[in-house]
């Protein structure tokens, strides 16, 4: 199932695209621009407040700023008798499931049946097992070879790695998390963290006069899975007037635009003018980058109108 691994046959790159690497990503002038921006606004008590009404409970969700949205987090999750955590749904709860989830991915390296169960756990964690399941299930001989390929690929930082490239790289809204948890500063990037993540983009924009978003931080997004009818519609779309934004495509394209995020925001926490931010003063199973990864989860539930 995994033969690609040995010899990959890679997307062919787009005439104007450029596979960076971490730093060449990090020097372009507007994310330089956009990183400097966010360190200094990242306490804003102004600029980040956000409200919705959760659709399935009615209530009204709000936050002042950053911080304090992912004080307000909220992830209903299942819980792991085999792995000791039980169902819960604050940030402490889920911390403390995504630590025994991590704990096993590492586990279960060399051992198909285990990460197999490893990554269906995560899948679990996260509700996202469907179409997820049945791949894992599909691919169960050699899986491990394949999350550790992977994995190593994206450490190095280099999105001209051939492994990211592959037009056979399984990467969506379910692998990110298991990624997440075992690669190197990488955060799950779905399409909650993809709508809020643009959202700032737009608030940078607009305080600097900015007409169209920059092509490196032309972060895409993906709608909410919801029916076609839904009465309230969720809008993840964070395009506003002629700041627009494209939609995310699964495989190689998700995961060049995950690793740009992570170096984003990993940039934002390392700079000087984040140092005395909370999110860097965190203790427990919520790193900072995880923290930063939940509140823009909680925002990009629903940007609104």
């Given at each position: 199932?995994?033969?690609?691994?040995?010899?990959?046959?890679?997307?062919k790159a787009n005439s104007q695209e450029h596979y960076m690497k971490r730093q060449d990503y990090l020097n372009r002038p507007q994310v330089a621009a956009f990183i400097n921006w966010l360190a200094s606004e990242l306490d804003s008590q102004v600029l980040f407040r956000h409200q919705y009404v959760e659709r399935r409970s009615g209530k009204k969700w709000q936050c002042q700023s950053l911080y304090n949205a992912f004080q307000a987090y909220k992830w209903n999750h299942p819980g792991n008798d085999r792995l000791g955590f039980v169902a819960g749904d604050c940030s402490t709860s889920n911390g403390l499931a995504l630590s025994a989830l991590r704990k096993d991915l590492f586990a279960a390296a060399g051992n198909d049946t285990l990460m197999l169960q490893a990554a269906r756990d995560v899948m679990a964690w996260g509700g996202v097992t469907a179409g997820n399941g049945k791949w894992l299930d599909t691919n169960r001989s050699g899986l491990s070879k394949l999350i550790q390929t992977v994995r190593l690929a994206i450490d190095t930082g280099d999105l001209g790695h051939p492994v990211l490239r592959s037009k056979h790289l399984r990467f969506n809204a379910g692998m990110t998390k298991v990624y997440a948890l075992i690669c190197e500063d990488f955060l799950i990037y779905d399409s909650r963290v993809a709508a809020a993540l643009g959202w700032l983009v737009v608030k940078y924009c607009e305080a600097h006069g900015i007409a169209k978003v920059p092509d490196a931080l032309c972060f895409p997004w993906a709608a909410a899975k919801e029916g076609e009818n839904a009465n309230a519609p969720k809008r993840r779309d964070p395009g506003a007037a002629e700041l627009k934004f494209k939609?995310?495509?699964?495989?190689?394209?998700?995961?060049?635009?995950?690793?740009q995020a992570s170096w984003l925001l990993s940039?934002?926490?390392?700079?000087?003018?984040?140092?005395?931010?909370?999110?860097?003063?965190?203790?427990?199973?919520?790193?900072?980058?995880?923290?930063?990864?939940?509140?823009?989860?909680?925002?990009?539930?629903?940007?609104?109108?």
């Open positions: 199932m995994i033969s690609w691994l040995a010899g990959q046959t890679c997307e939609r995310l495509r699964p495989g190689s394209h998700h995961l060049k635009w995950n690793l940039a934002v926490l390392a700079h000087p003018q984040a140092a005395t931010s909370p999110f860097n003063h965190r203790t427990g199973d919520h790193a900072p980058l995880r923290a930063l990864e939940a509140s823009l989860f909680m925002i990009g539930y629903d940007l609104g109108a």
